[in-house]
């Protein structure tokens, strides 16, 4: 999920159950409703989770144009 600096949701990415790998997502800059995101700061927030396992991290990247 993609987050703006006030903590809105901007797009999510990723929504399914993915088997056990390594994986690369591309944002395009683009919202949920497919306009164009301005540029500035924005988080990421990555979730996975195994049996017995979770791990949820955020950071911070930037959108430059």
Request: positive net charge; hydrophobic residues 35%; glycine residues 10%.
């Amino acid at each position: 999920m993609v987050y703006d600096i006030l903590g809105r949701e901007v797009n999510r990415l990723v929504d399914e159950t993915q088997s056990p790998g390594s994986y690369a997502i591309t944002w395009d800059g683009r919202t949920s409703n497919g306009s164009t995101a301005g540029s500035g700061a924005y988080f990421y927030r990555i979730v996975a989770s195994a049996p017995g396992r979770n791990f949820s991290q955020v950071r911070k990247m930037l959108l430059m144009k």
